[in-house]
């Protein structure tokens, strides 16, 4: 693949969300962290280990029914085999998160033993609930909640404060804003995010972004463009080293731009449309379920 371009993302807000979740995590007994399922190490805020600290967490990798089930079950054993209690979601269908009482019960087992031992049976459990932009924080409340309690919307950034959740039994939810960091230490990371829609399209090359996210699933799913778009690519030859740019995924974009008939006057391919109907098809899941990272693919001393 090509060159990969340095994507930073690191808004004043989500300064100030750092802080708030800071001076909030005495108010509560456990995190529960939201990831993406199809970048479960790349959707996990590096800087969590160190908010959190040994306040008891749980992670759901959510919007499993777009993500290649064969390799978020290598996710789910990898973090089990680190002690990590996970789960996977999809909250816009339910699927699993009839789960997740079961897990933070066992999760809070020993917490719960020692409040009723203490005459506080029925005391509420206190929930942070954290993740980065556009994992679905807001899906998975409303899920649990039943009811529209927070703001859902297919961008990131909408949840701009902090705000109490009260579920009818045992749960108070505290949910924040989804929080990036200051520096993506990895290329490839911020390029996921990119991928996903975690960091916001507006400052965005969207024609480069698709062309490596195409030059991905060529390498990887190769079938899923043909079976989406109905072009063929095994006979654009891989990128020149030499040459910069993403010539190979370029190659397909205008394939695809020219089967969907993205053409302006001239007949010239209308390539940045072609671009943003690719990005918000695999987003929505249309071009079918895949992953973006392996475990394998962490490097060696990371999480």
Known sequence: MSEVYNIQWFPGHMAKTRRIMQSNLKLVDVVVEITDARIPYSSRNPEMDRLVGSKPRLLLLNKADSADE?????????????GIAVIATDCRSGKNVNKFYAVLKELMADKLAQWEAHGMKGRPIRLMIVGIPNVGKSSFINRLAGSKRAKVEDRPGVTRGKQWVS??????????????????????VGERLAFTGAVKDDIMDMEYLACRFLEFLNANYPGLITQRYGVTTDDIPENDPDTPGCVQGFEILERIGRKRGFLV???????????????????????????????????????
């Open 70 to 82: 064969t390799v978020t079950s290598m996710w789910l054993d990898y973090y089990k085999r680190k």
């Open 167 to 188: 579920l009818e039994g045992d749960l108070e939810l505290l949910d924040m804003p989804g929080v990036l960091w200051p520096k993506f230490e990895d290329k490839l």
């Open 265 to 303: 006057s001239g007949g010239e391919i209308n390539t940045e449309r072609a671009a943003i109907t690719v990005m918000d098809e695999f987003r929505s899941g249309k071009i079918g379920r895949l992953s973006l990272e392996k475990p394998n693919d962490i490097k060696s001393g990371d999480k």
